[in-house]
């Protein structure tokens, strides 16, 4: 009996434009003679057999590495290679997981749909605040863009009308805190104006959909005289 699957330690599987994933899966599964082998594969479609109506990312070809928790459990664990130039951009979404157990004694039993897994396309933020230095009082334009991969054309592009927070932390602060919230335009750019008070760092922040993760963009020092 298959207890547990565990895809890339539970966590989305996020693809650029071209650099494959290497994913780990693990199986966990019980049976009175002990377990022999596993395997496990993720898949979208109507059916699980990519000869039918399915698609899948299969294991890399080596047998799962079985470790025995037990005299009848053990966890068993492979690698998948995820390549994005197979995906198209509506792929960005839950995945199913199949899963197979054998038993010592040659007993098999398996599951088309054992849990699920997300894939999601990876995002960028930039920002750049100006002028730099700023007089203080005076006023500071911050821009960037937010986009993502575009895994049709292998390039990454603006991801349109996404609501985007400006945060900012001081000089010798460790913590951001949230100025406003700005809505990028249709091309994923971000503009906005703020005034200048003191010494610190901006940066966009972006909270992440369920096609795109979350993503901060790396503080500019902004020098107030």
Not at 9 to 29: D, E, F, H, R, Y
Not at 61 to 86: F, Q, R
Not at 136 to 154: H, P, Q
Not at 212 to 225: E, S
Request: hydrophobic share 30%.
């Amino acid at each position: 009996m298959i207890s547990k699957t565990v895809v890339n330690s539970g966590k989305p599987i996020v693809l650029g434009t071209t650099a494959t994933k290497k994913v780990t899966v693990s199986v966990t599964a019980s049976h009175a003679s002990g377990i022999q082998d596993a395997l496990s594969y993720i898949w979208k479609g109507r059916d699980s057999n990519p000869n039918l109506y399915g698609f899948g990312f299969h294991p890399d070809g080596e047998t799962a590495n079985c470790k025995a928790a037990n005299a009848t459990t053990s966890t068993c664990t492979l690698t998948i290679t995820v390549d994005p130039g197979y995906l198209w951009n509506a792929d960005a979404k839950s995945w199913r997981v199949y899963a197979a157990a054998w038993g010592k004694d040659g007993n098999f039993t398996e599951k088309d749909t054992f849990s699920s897994v997300r894939f999601q396309r990876l995002s960028k933020l930039d920002v750049n605040a100006s002028p730099e230095p700023v007089k203080k009082g005076g006023t500071l334009t911050v821009t960037g863009k937010l986009s993502r991969a575009n895994w049709e054309t292998g390039t990454y592009k603006g991801y349109a009308t996404q609501d985007v927070k400006l945060q900012f932390r001081k000089k010798n602060s460790s913590t951001y805190t949230t100025v406003k919230t700005v809505k990028g335009s249709s091309t994923g750019t971000l503009k906005t104006t703020v005034k200048a008070v003191e010494d610190g760092y901006w940066r966009w922040s972006f909270a992440g959909t369920a096609s795109t993760p979350a993503v901060n963009a790396t503080g500019d020092f902004v020098d107030v005289r």
